[in-house]
């Protein structure tokens, strides 16, 4: 297992800070340090303001420094032990963020706030970070308190898919929860689960589909045999599926393709904006 930390990015609101505490619980989990880190931005109500730049520039740094203050004690009380580290970014936000993933196990976002960061919707901070940073990142919505012993992969392309179901199952498996392994479709993409039958026979795809996830999952089977796996494929649109799973899993994972290139694709953007608990988004090409 990876000797990373995990990293959180807070701006001093209860979505960050929420986040924050999420990243706690995995560093614990995961016996890694936290590092928080906090980048100061000039908000968008401030720069109509006749206001000098050094002084502006003053506030929205001591506005992230309490981001940091208010994070190291909302961790400190629910992961006391854990070792932290905090840290002022300098630059851009978005690209600040995604900048500390390097050298990290993962990087943790919440998918809404309103300090440092601007407003953090999908389109801002998150968005860039799930597209451009080089390790997982991690969007936390809404509150997720319930454990469902339940982590859910979503697969594509099983070429394209070893990083992100190679990090379900390592979340699976330190979770103690069963790992649902989903392939949706809902149109034929050329040269994916392909098939000669000028019907498109929707039960041949699906066969087909199924005999590939099951050679795939065959070696993580044997290297994490304590993970019970359910896989699935299922004829609808691949973003409805996963975000409809959100609602029950502790944590999905979905990939991003490495062919895409530094980018949210278009599945991942809807799930990320509709999912109802963490979504994990795994750089293709890892592991």
């Given at each position: 297992?990876?000797?990373?930390?995990?990293?959180?990015?807070?701006?001093?609101?209860?979505?960050?800070?929420?986040?924050?505490?999420?990243?706690?619980?995995?560093?614990?989990?995961?016996?890694?340090?936290?590092?928080?880190?906090?980048?100061?931005?000039?908000?968008?109500?401030?720069?109509?303001?006749n206001?000098?730049?050094?002084?502006?520039a003053?506030?929205?740094?001591?506005?992230?420094?309490?981001?940091?203050?208010?994070?190291?004690?909302?961790?400190?009380?629910?992961?006391?032990?854990?070792?932290?580290?905090?840290?002022?970014?300098?630059?851009p936000?978005?690209?600040?963020v995604?900048?500390?993933?390097s050298?990290?196990?993962?990087?943790?976002?919440?998918?809404?706030?309103?300090?440092?960061?601007?407003?953090?919707?999908?389109?801002?901070?998150?968005?860039?970070?799930?597209?451009?940073?080089s390790?997982?990142?991690?969007?936390?919505?809404?509150?997720?308190?319930?454990?469902?012993?339940?982590?859910?992969?979503?697969?594509?392309?099983?070429?394209?898919?070893?990083?992100?179901?190679?990090?379900?199952?390592?979340?699976?498996?330190?979770?103690?929860?069963d790992?649902?392994?989903?392939?949706?479709?809902?149109?034929?993409?050329?040269?994916?689960?392909?098939?000669?039958?000028?019907?498109?026979?929707?039960?041949?795809i699906?066969?087909?589909?199924?005999?590939?996830?099951?050679?795939?999952?065959?070696?993580?089977?044997?290297?994490?045999?304590?993970?019970?796996?359910?896989?699935?494929?299922?004829?609808?649109?691949?973003?409805?599926?996963?975000?409809?799973?959100?609602?029950?899993?502790?944590?999905?994972?979905?990939?991003?393709?490495?062919?895409?290139?530094?980018?949210?694709?278009?599945?991942?953007?809807?799930?990320?904006?509709?999912?109802r608990?963490?979504?994990?988004?795994?750089?293709?090409?890892?592991?």
């Amino acid at each position: 297992m990876s000797r990373l930390p995990v990293v959180v990015a807070v701006d001093g609101s209860e979505e960050s800070l929420r986040a924050a505490e999420w990243a706690a619980t995995e560093a614990m989990r995961r016996t890694l340090p936290l590092r928080i880190v906090s980048a100061p931005a000039l908000l968008p109500r401030m720069q109509s303001q006749n206001v000098p730049a050094a002084t502006v520039a003053n506030a929205l740094r001591g506005r992230a420094d309490r981001s940091l203050a208010l994070a190291v004690e909302r961790v400190g009380e629910v992961s006391p032990g854990l070792l932290i580290d905090a840290d002022l970014l300098s630059g851009p936000p978005a690209i600040a963020v995604s900048d500390s993933g390097s050298g990290a196990s993962m990087l943790v976002v919440g998918a809404r706030g309103s300090g440092g960061f601007g407003a953090m919707v999908l389109g801002s901070v998150s968005r860039y970070a799930a597209g451009h940073a080089s390790c997982p990142v991690i969007v936390v919505r809404e509150e997720t308190t319930a454990v469902h012993r339940e982590v859910a992969v979503g697969i594509r392309d099983p070429e394209d898919s070893q990083g992100a179901l190679g990090f379900a199952f390592e979340e699976a498996a330190l979770r103690g929860a069963d790992l649902l392994v989903v392939h949706a479709w809902h149109w034929i993409v050329p040269g994916l689960w392909a098939t000669d039958d000028p019907l498109h026979d929707t039960e041949l795809i699906s066969a087909t589909a199924r005999a590939q996830i099951r050679d795939m999952l065959s070696p993580w089977g044997e290297k994490y045999p304590s993970v019970q796996v359910i896989s699935d494929v299922v004829h609808a649109h691949p973003a409805q599926v996963l975000a409809s799973l959100s609602a029950r899993a502790d944590l999905v994972v979905i990939g991003r393709h490495a062919r895409s290139g530094p980018v949210v694709g278009s599945i991942q953007n809807v799930v990320l904006s509709h999912a109802r608990g963490p979504v994990a988004v795994v750089p293709g090409g890892m592991r």
